[in-house]
């Protein structure tokens, strides 16, 4: 933890060259989905302990949120190309928090350039947390390089189905998905392997889904 927030101080204080939002504006968020967390802001993601269905809520609308508001500076996944803080090193605890929030309410400006603009007005505490959460369970660097040869064994396995015994592989894919370490520090990542397996170990297996997050997210990795 302790180097995590080594790293990511260290990226804020580097990245002074970060792309200026201009006139870029807000996207807004439908959090409906999402428990109410009161009008005063909170300094703590309150999504983080509300159990697993609120959680995956959470990460599916951060996601979605953050791809149109915040990957053009700091990354598609959260991979900073160095021009803005990388995030994904943020702890997942209380410091991490303010940290966010305080960039999310008010903005970042510098030399009189905004390089942030201030999102909490405009799209409000559910979206912060949403984003948040999809934030800090973002798998570290090189966290599936281990079990890459065998992920692509299993995705074109399940491209190729005929059949077979579809729970081994759920359970086989929960046992990486429960390996893979964040870089925040979060107990649990939202990674390709835990997708999967969430999809094809549902009610109704969605295999070609499954096969999908599988492909982009091996990709990405690489």
Same mark, same amino acid.
């Given at each position: 933890?302790?180097?995590?927030?080594?790293?990511?101080?260290?990226?804020?204080?580097?990245?002074?060259?970060?792309?200026?939002?201009?006139?870029?504006?807000?996207?807004?968020?439908?959090?409906?989905?999402?428990?109410?967390?009161?009008?005063?802001?909170?300094?703590?993601?309150?999504?983080?302990?509300?159990?697993?269905?609120?959680?995956?809520?959470?990460? !599916?609308?951060?996601?979605?949120?953050?791809?149109?508001?915040?990957?053009?500076?700091?990354?598609?996944?959260?991979?900073?190309?160095?021009?803005?803080? %990388?995030?994904?090193?943020?702890?997942?605890?209380?410091?991490?928090?303010?940290?966010?929030?305080?960039?999310?309410?008010?903005?970042?400006?510098?030399?009189?350039?905004?390089?942030?603009?201030?999102?909490?007005?405009?799209?409000?505490?559910?979206?912060?947390?949403?984003?948040?959460?999809?934030?800090?369970?973002?798998?570290?660097?090189?966290?599936? %390089?281990?079990? !890459?040869?065998?992920?692509?064994?299993?995705?074109?396995?399940?491209?190729?189905?005929?059949?077979?015994?579809?729970?081994?592989? !759920?359970?086989?894919?929960?046992?990486?998905?429960?390996?893979?370490?964040?870089?925040?520090?979060?107990?649990?990542? %939202?990674?390709?392997?835990?997708?999967?397996?969430?999809?094809?170990?549902?009610?109704?297996?969605?295999?070609?889904?499954?096969?999908?997050?599988?492909?982009?997210?091996?990709?990405?990795?690489?």
């Amino acid at each position: 933890m302790f180097k995590s927030h080594l790293v990511f101080v260290a990226a804020m204080l580097t990245s002074t060259v970060a792309l200026s939002h201009g006139d870029v504006a807000p996207q807004p968020m439908n959090t409906d989905a999402l428990p109410d967390v009161g009008e005063e802001w909170l300094i703590e993601n309150p999504y983080r302990n509300m159990g697993e269905d609120v959680w995956s809520t959470a990460i !599916t609308i951060g996601d979605s949120g953050y791809n149109q508001n915040c990957a053009r500076c700091h990354g598609l996944g959260v991979v900073s190309g160095g021009l803005a803080p %990388d995030l994904r090193y943020l702890e997942a605890e209380e410091y991490g928090d303010e940290w966010y929030m305080e960039r999310f309410i008010h903005g970042y400006t510098q030399n009189g350039i905004t390089k942030m603009p201030a999102f909490g007005e405009l799209l409000g505490q559910k979206a912060a947390w949403a984003i948040r959460t999809y934030i800090e369970t973002r798998p570290d660097d090189g966290a599936l %390089d281990d079990f !890459t040869p065998r992920l692509k064994e299993i995705r074109d396995t399940l491209a190729n189905w005929g059949g077979g015994d579809l729970a081994a592989l !759920t359970t086989e894919l929960r046992g990486i998905a429960d390996q893979v370490e964040t870089a925040s520090g979060a107990p649990v990542a %939202d990674s390709v392997a835990f997708r999967a397996a969430n999809l094809i170990g549902q009610e109704n297996p969605n295999l070609k889904e499954a096969v999908n997050q599988l492909t982009i997210g091996l990709s990405a990795a690489e």
